[in-house]
C-alpha cells in the first residue's frame, strides 16, 4: 500500500509561481509512474501531468504545456510539479497518483491505483 502526501499549495497572484511536492511511502516509488491532477470546483477531474519510473519520460497536459514541469527524485521517494505563470484558470485542487502500470507514461486517473489527499492551489487575478 502506497502513502503520498502532497504539499505546497497555496495562495497566489496570477503571474506567480509554485512548486507542488508529493512524498509516497509504503512501496518502492522507483517502481510507480507518477502523476499529477487537478479538480476545480463543478468540474471533473483534469490531467495535469505524469512522468515515468526513472524519470526519462514526461508528458504534460495541453492546459499547462510550457509553464508547468513535472520531475522527481527517487533518492527522495518525491515527485513534484512546478508550477510557473500561474493564471486563475489554474485554481484547483491539486492531487498526486502513483501507478504500477508497465508503461512509460500514464496519463488517465484510472490507470492510478494510489492518491494523495490534494492540495489546494488558488491563483488571483
Known amino acids: 500500500q502506497v502513502q503520498l502526501v502532497e504539499s505546497g499549495g497555496g495562495l497566489v497572484q496570477a503571474g506567480d509561481s509554485l512548486r507542488l511536492s508529493c512524498v509516497a511511502s509504503?512501496?518502492?516509488?522507483?517502481?510507480?509512474?507518477m502523476g499529477w491532477f487537478r479538480q476545480a470546483p463543478g468540474k471533473e477531474r483534469e490531467f495535469v501531468s505524469t512522468?515515468?519510473?526513472?524519470?526519462?519520460?514526461?508528458y504534460i497536459g495541453d492546459s499547462v504545456k510550457g509553464r508547468f514541469t513535472i520531475s522527481r527524485d527517487n533518492a527522495k521517494n518525491t515527485v513534484y510539479l512546478q508550477m510557473n505563470s500561474l493564471k486563475p484558470e489554474d485554481t484547483a485542487v491539486y492531487y498526486c497518483?502513483?501507478?504500477?502500470?508497465?508503461?512509460?507514461?500514464?496519463?488517465?486517473?484510472?490507470?492510478?491505483?494510489?492518491w494523495g489527499q490534494g492540495t489546494q492551489v488558488t491563483v488571483s487575478s
Open positions: 497518483a502513483a501507478s504500477p502500470i508497465d508503461t512509460r507514461v500514464v496519463v488517465t486517473a484510472r490507470g492510478y491505483n494510489y
Open positions: 512522468i515515468s519510473w526513472g524519470g526519462g519520460y514526461t
Open positions: 509504503g512501496g518502492t516509488f522507483s517502481h510507480y509512474v
